[in-house]
Structure formats: C-alpha cells, structure tokens
C-alpha cells in the first residue's frame, strides 16, 4: 500500500511557498509518508525546466519520476532516517477554464496527469496558442473542459483530466456559482473518459455517495497545497506497484489490488463545508440558511453558501426528479479514513498554534523517533500511542472518529479537535 498527492502547486503558482520546489517536495514527501507527490503546474516553462533539471526517469515506476542523484543527496542530509524512502513523481497540472456556456459564465478547474515530461511539453505547445500560461502555475484559459480533454486525448491517449475539487463554489464542475448539474452537462459525448473526481477539502465520501450521477466515478483526494508541510492532508491510497498506468487503471477499475481509497481532513475543516458571511460572523448549516432564503441574518446580503448545501439542493432535486437516491456503488467504511494533522494534534495537547516553534520541535522529534506521519497517524499499534501520552490519545479519538467540529464557511477554516 502506498499514498498519492495528484494535487499540488509549484513555487510559480500565486500565494505558494518558496519551498515549493522539487527537493522540497520530496523532503517533505518523506515527513509525510508519501510515495508518488505530483509535480504540479507542469504547464509553466520555468518549471517545466525545473523539472527536467532535477528530475529523471525513474526504473522501478513506469511513467513516474525521481531525483536526480546530485539533487537526492541535498534532500537525504535533511530527513531522518526512520521516514526516508523513496519518492516518485507523477506529472500533473492544473487548468482553471473560464468561459461562456449555455449563456452563463463558466470556471471549472481540472487536474490534468500526463505519462511523460515529453508528452507535457506537447501538451504545452497547444495551450500557449490558446492562452498566456506563462504568467501562473495554474494558468487561466477560455478553453471549456471538454475542448481541455479532447486536446488531451488527442496528445496521447493516455493522458487523463480529473475535474478538481468539484463543489468547490466558484471554480469546480459542481460549484453552485459557477458550474454545472452533472457531469455529463460539463462534458457531453466525452463523459465516458471521466473516470474520477477530486473530492476537495470541503468534502468526503458519504457526502459525494448521496449525488446520483457520481455513483460510477472513483472519488480520489488531494491537498490542494501551496506549501509542502500540506501535502498528504489529503491523499489517495494504492496497493501493489506505483506506476502511471497502474495507478490510472486502479482509479478506472476500483480493483482492490490496486486500489485502496482515500485519506481525509474533516470535511468540516474545509474553509467551504458550511454557509455563512465572515464579515458578520455568521455561519449556519443548509437547513437553517434555506429557512432565511440564504440571506445573512445580520447585512441582507446573500450568504455565501457551501459545499454541504450544494449537495443538498442536487440530492433534492434528484428526489424531484424521481431519480435513484441509492447509490449504485457502495464504499465500505475501510476504503476512506479520516486525520487531523499531527501538528494539530500536538498544538492541542500543548496548548499552542500549529505553527509555533514548541510544535514544530515536538513534530521532528517524533518522526525521528517513530517514522513518517501518516504511518504514526494510520497504522502505529496501541502499545505505540500508549507511549505517546496525550499525543497518542489523541490519534486514537481520532480514528475511533471522537473529534469536536466547528465547520469552516465563506473562505475561513474550520476546527476540529480530538476528544480526550
């Protein structure tokens, strides 16, 4: 079993770290216990040569890639040796499409995963006729989705387009400001190469399951990150091999030998679960802001509604429609596990911010002494949280699900704590 990050952001993507870079990266692949860490914003020139400067094919994963053995030696010097292992990476971008459709204004944004650095820099070559993808790792284009995918297969078959974060409001296939009522409203005759959707930070499982025209999608999870202490806060679980066209089958097939779900923040930590107005500090669930028309309480001016009521409303107009409500693909309970961060686990048991200096030292003690994070968070036996005092409680609350959630609405986080 290994974990897959298809989604994340480059040092050339606005409002993103410094240390998004590759030796970054795998660094913090390592911490995490990430095995395949996408590249990201492969459409930018200068990361593309980034990339080919420090990146090279890889023998023991087809279609993936690694450090070059200069590059590989910097990152050794700053892992502990209980996380080191090795690290893949997959090619992958991310389009935001802006655009006219059916008399409405459009933004969806789409992961693209491509087999080669060869086949993105073809990739490339069309986009630059199309749009500027030189001014940001997440290029905007007038380029509809389904003209993005027709571009992709026509490249190499074997390119594949997952719609991204897809409740997200305002950029995402299902998003209430922007987007569409299914997917085969998005994508039309090419909806049969969809194969997968991206949950998004503001969603999981149970709550995509209840949204009939996703039944036969697999459901994969990524960290979105603009900082590489994020990635796997969201992951996507494989068994056997890590290869391109191995992980792409598991995702078409849901075969379980190679395919092992999903790993999740809260949803209710998603800065878009709830409904809300920051500004007046309003934050109210889709039945309570459904009562009010969706106005603020406090201003009259329209809420910003989440995640959460845009399901509801699509699962309520399904019933409407006399639509089947049961999903016809059932996912069993073991197939998607929640986390919470173990910074965050370590800030509440001290009593500090994540991001304090307190934190930060408890956080690389650990890994020195028990290995990568998601392994301690996932996997480590009993007798291993006992000797962690209130850090190992706290992941024990967690993966029996007793946790505190305060949901996010309207662009703020949300919280949530393990009970203890």
Known sequence: MYYADFHIHSKYSRATSPSCVPE?????????????????????????????????????????????????????????????????????????????????????????????????????????????????????????????????????????????????????????????????????????????????????????????????????????????????????????????????????????????GTIDLFPEEGKYHLDGHRACGVCMAPEESMACCNICPVCGKELTLGVLHRVVALERRGREMHLPITPSLQIPDDLYRYIIPLPELIAQTLDVGDTSKKVQAAYQKLLVEQGNELALLLDAPDATLDSLGQVGACIRAVRAGHVTRKGGSDGAYGAIKAEI
């Open 24 to 260: 970054g990266l795998a660094r913090w692949a390592q911490l995490k216990g990430v095995s395949v860490c996408a590249t990201g914003d492969c459409t930018h020139p200068k990361w593309m040569e980034e990339l080919k400067s420090k990146l090279v094919e890889a023998s023991d994963a087809e279609g993936l890639y690694q450090l070059n053995a200069e590059t590989q030696k910097v990152v050794d010097h700053e892992v502990p040796d209980r996380c080191r292992a090795p690290v893949r990476f997959v090619v992958t971008g991310e389009i935001s499409s802006i655009y006219k459709r059916g008399g409405r204004v459009r933004k969806v944004h789409s992961v693209i995963l491509l087999p080669s650095l060869e086949v993105a820099e073809r990739v490339n070559a069309k986009l630059a006729t199309i749009g500027n993808i030189v001014s940001d790792g997440r290029p905007i284009l007038g380029l509809d989705p389904c003209r993005l995918l027709e571009l992709l297969l026509e490249t190499d078959p074997r390119c594949a387009l997952i719609p991204a974060h897809i409740w997200t409001p305002w950029f995402s296939m299902l998003g209430a400001k922007s987007g569409f009522d299914s997917v085969e409203e998005c994508f039309g005759d090419l909806t049969s190469h969809i194969f997968a959707v991206e949950t998004g930070l503001s969603s999981d499982v149970p709550m995509n399951r209840r949204i009939r025209c996703l039944d036969n999608l697999t459901l994969i999870s990524n960290s979105d990150l603009h900082s590489p202490s994020n990635l796997g806060r969201n992951a996507t679980v494989f068994c056997g091999k890590p290869g391109y066209d191995a992980m792409l089958s598991a995702m078409r097939t849901r075969d379980p030998k190679g395919w092992g």
